[in-house]
């Protein structure tokens, strides 16, 4: 029931997202060019009303709800994984490795971090920066939540030293378009952008809904988890390789958008309770359906101007959140 | 199912804290390991319960090495735990706690089933916990938690039951109706204690641990002798017979005469 309110909200809202913006498109106009797209009509479209449409807003929706969702699962599984309810899923220094590889392809040129392109500079170095994390958070092969959570951040300052220092020499007009990858935007999504990241949502997905009964044993204790035949660290391992490719697949993309991964998963919470089977799905969704309403008013509170989204994720997210935690559908 | 440990030693972080432990288990009985603070009770039962590996030794669960020849998932079918507490910082009802005893039954995408549900109702009905199926397990008591994680260890439906120390922190009488509870299951339970007395009355077999070694093995009576209490615990014993059940009983006191004590101690 409250998987099929969600997806019906999700499908509203990126109709409204696709309608919305600078220009406003009459939702009857969508239906007939998505239509058209889709082969359910054959409507004439003018191509530039078409490139509006397709090109730029329906890609854009699809990316916030793609990106929403990735963010949220990850944040679900850092928390169960790091067994921390402030893990998020920058905690493993993911979006400041991004940042980094944005920066650094930005100033020294695309060639010089192997001709990777901004956004596959981004992920390449997101992954180097998970891989010296596992790296030192590992002991004898075991991960300790705690080392984990530790390691990401000292990692994390490091990358960010690093990225401030870039900054400081690098050609001041270059740089603008690497605070893309610091704030975390929608602004240039294209459909070229979308397949990896839905592909890398779609594996995972299936991945963690197999995986659901098993992690909430790992939510009551490695001891307990163990004693009821949880291979722990084989799954603490398999749970970070997920989290991992999500979270370094939407940054990569969409830069740093933050308060997503960390709050849509207790909102989550706060109504299904903390069942994965019921919680991942259900995270998964509002993520989606909360970056594409929240992407929306970025770019239609101060029109023709569009607003960093991740000033209005926690702008509007925090207020939200703190109010369901006050309500408290299930204690906190 | 019978339960052995064989020549087990571990280390934690590169230190030998278990060496060269050996017990062996009789199906259906109940076995104390009893020892101080630090003598790596607790840590063997890790071996046990497949949490932590042994450096050199063998568990064997009805004749398999839970370490070699089972899976987590198989080695969770042949036993179950109760340790000291969970961790409940997510918040799962009573009735989630006990379910995840079903776990290790369960394949990848399988739901829940009526027949486990079933499980579910009658364990929390064994342990008399029937009324708080749908409370939030973190709001309970100390004992009521301890049955509820019993009840989970019931529906795991494992032959064999380890127990690390699961009285710590009840009072006297959630203490003692857990322990009847745990008995009245007639599993072969390897159980950690912490009072001798409770050792004496409870097992079939003991295993005293010091540092690490096992000093003495065998029948309560015959192993929990007021020297060797002296000589491991360092406190003074009396065994006698408890003046209510007439079962063993052990009553101990500081090794050093007490100065400040009853009339009747002083010259």
Redesign the interface.
């Known amino acids: 029931m409250t998987l099929l309110v969600l997806v019906l909200a999700l499908v509203a809202a990126l109709f409204v997202g696709i309608s919305a913006g600078t220009v406003t498109v009459p939702l009857s106009e969508v239906w007939t060019v998505v239509g058209s797209h889709l082969d359910w009509n054959d409507a004439a479209i003018s191509p530039v009303r078409d490139q509006i449409i397709w090109d730029f807003r329906t890609a854009r929706v699809l990316l916030a709800a793609v990106v929403g969702a990735a963010l949220s699962l990850a944040g679900a599984c850092l928390q169960v994984l790091a067994r921390n309810g402030l893990a998020d899923p920058y905690v493993l220094g993911v979006s400041s490795g991004a940042a980094l590889g944005a920066v650094l392809a930005v100033t020294l040129g695309s060639a010089a971090v192997g001709g990777f392109g901004v956004s596959g500079a981004a992920f390449a170095m997101s992954m180097a920066t998970l891989v010296v994390v596992f790296a030192f958070a590992q002991r004898a092969g075991r991960i300790g939540p705690t080392r984990l959570v530790l390691a990401g951040v000292a990692v994390s300052y490091l990358a960010t030293a690093i990225t401030s220092f870039v900054q400081l020499y690098g050609d001041p007009l270059a740089l603008r378009g690497t605070m893309f990858w610091i704030l975390g935007s929608l602004q240039n999504a294209r459909w070229g952008d979308l397949g990896i990241p839905t592909l890398a949502i779609a594996i995972c997905s299936v991945w963690l809904l197999a995986r659901g009964r098993s992690m909430n044993v790992l939510a009551t204790g490695d001891d307990t988890a163990s004693a009821l035949g949880v291979d722990v660290n084989r799954l603490r391992i398999e749970l970070l390789v997920i989290t991992s490719l999500l979270t370094a697949t939407a940054v990569s993309v969409a830069g740093g958008i933050g308060f997503v991964g960390l709050m849509i998963p207790h909102a989550a919470r706060f109504v299904v309770g903390p069942d994965h089977r019921r919680l991942l799905p259900v995270s998964a969704l509002v993520g989606a359906v909360f970056l594409v309403l929240v992407d929306l008013l970025s770019r239609v509170v101060d029109r023709p101007n569009e607003l960093p989204v991740g000033i209005f994720t926690a702008a509007i997210g925090a207020p939200f959140f703190l109010l369901l935690m006050r309500r408290g559908g299930r204690a906190a | 199912m019978r339960a052995e440990i064989v020549g087990v030693s571990l280390q934690i ?1 590169g230190v030998s804290i278990v060496r060269d432990v050996s017990m062996d288990v009789p199906a259906g009985t109940f076995h104390g390991v009893i020892g101080p603070n630090g003598s790596g009770k607790s840590t063997l039962l ?1 071996a046990v ?3 932590l590996r042994p450096h050199d030794g063998q568990v064997l669960l009805g004749g398999d090495d839970v370490w070699r020849d089972l ?7 042949r ?3 109760l ?1 000291q507490d ?8 009573v009735t ?2 006990v379910a ?2 079903r ?2 039954h ?1 394949t ?2 399988e739901r829940d089933t009526a027949r486990d549900r079933e499980l579910v109702v009658t364990a929390l009905e064994h342990v008399g916990m029937a009324w708080a199926g749908s409370r ?1 397990a ?2 309970l008591s100390g004992g009521e938690r301890q049955r509820v994680f019993l009840a989970r260890a019931i529906t ?1 439906q494992a032959p064999v039951l ?1 127990l690390d120390e699961p009285t710590n922190h009840l009072d006297v009488r959630a203490q003692l109706e857990l322990l009847r509870l745990v008995k009245s299951l007639g599993l072969t339970t390897i159980a950690a204690l912490h009072d001798l007395d409770q050792a004496v009355s409870m097992c079939d077999g003991i295993t005293i641990m010091r540092e690490g070694h096992a000093v003495a093995s065998g029948a309560p009576l015959a192993v929990l002798t007021p020297e060797r209490i002296a000589d491991v615990f360092g406190v003074r014993a009396h065994v006698g017979e408890h003046p209510l059940t007439g079962r063993p009983h052990i009553t101990v006191a500081p090794l050093e005469p007490d100065t400040h004590s009853s009339p009747k101690d002083s010259p």
């Open positions: 972080d890790r319960y497949r949490s899976s987590a998932r198989d080695a969770a079918r036993r179950a735990v340790a969970s961790s409940l910082d997510f918040e799962f009802t989630d706690v995840m005893g776990a290790p369960k990848l995408f939030l973190a709001t795991q380890v």
